[in-house]
């Protein structure tokens, strides 16, 4: 099993590259947007009521995001890195001082009243299970359209400086839950990454796949995987919707149910093999006969988890990712249980 990482930085990148890790398994690219002036444009984005408005902003984000992931293929030296698209519920990224607020005003050419207004709007009840994720692209492709193209004019600008590395970037699409969903999206994707590729003229092969995070994607992974090139578990998310606690909140009642006997541990911190993972399994075996080149890892921070990743081992996962301070810690768990399964047979 080849131990990736969770980087969503070039620093992030170049930290797990050091402490041994054989690619990236998850980017998020959302925490690309929270450095200084990053988060201005994106704000603007997300406040923007027109598509032109939201283009304009995407604009401005585009070349930053190129700019890491350019330095990500860098450290990573042509290795796997799998980038997430914008995931997040868009209210975790809106101001919420005064200041900021009149400044996103100020720079969108509205009142500061219009700009609350449209604040208030994104609130949501549940944003874990709210407007986010692949729904972001279905309802905005324009997003998809940026990431596809700082992700390719990236790769095709690394794959020219070194000739001797093979990059196939892969563009992981987050929250499928049916396939006309990775379909949509995927198309936006394909054109985009195509038109980019074709005007770059040299030839670069990329990856298209999605995170199985919501049990609906596990139990119809055949028909996914007819439109998808891997599957990544993301098992954090997996692991909320499965038991329906959000791992922010559970905190609250969980010691008692350790006192009760009722859980033996914090399911986020070892993989629940009973429920969560016989979706996994179900996954894996209804989507690798449909594709059998469907390669398949995991994102949760599991992927740091010695049981864990003895039990993905056992699933046949073909790699495991976590943070890169963990990666020491998985690898060493992925060489055990390599060689106690290989002492088995």
Known sequence: MGVRTNADTPRDARKARELGAQGIGLCRTEHMFFGEGRIDAFREMICAETKEEREKALEKILPYQQDDFEQIYEAMEGLPVTIRFLDPPLHEFVPTEEEDIEKLAKAQGKSIDHIKGIIQGLHEFNPMMGHRGCRLSVTYPEIAVMQTRAVIRAAIKVQKAHPEWTLVPEIMIPLVGEIKELKYVKKTVVETADAEIKASGIDLKYEVGTMIEIPRAALTADEIASEADFFSFGTNDLTQM?????????????????????????????????????????????????????????????????????????LGLDYVSCSPFRVPIARLAAAQSAIKMAETK
């Open 242 to 314: 499965t038991f329906g606690f959000s791992r922010d909140d559970a905190g609250k009642f969980l010691n008692a149910y350790y006192d009760a006997k009722i859980y033996e541990s914090d399911p986020f911190a070892k993989v629940d093999q009973k429920g969560v993972g016989k979706l996994m399994k179900m996954a894996i075996d209804l989507g690798r006969p449909v594709n059998p080149k469907l390669h398949i890892g995991v994102c949760g921070e599991h992927g740091g988890d010695p049981s864990s990743v003895e039990f993905f081992n056992k």
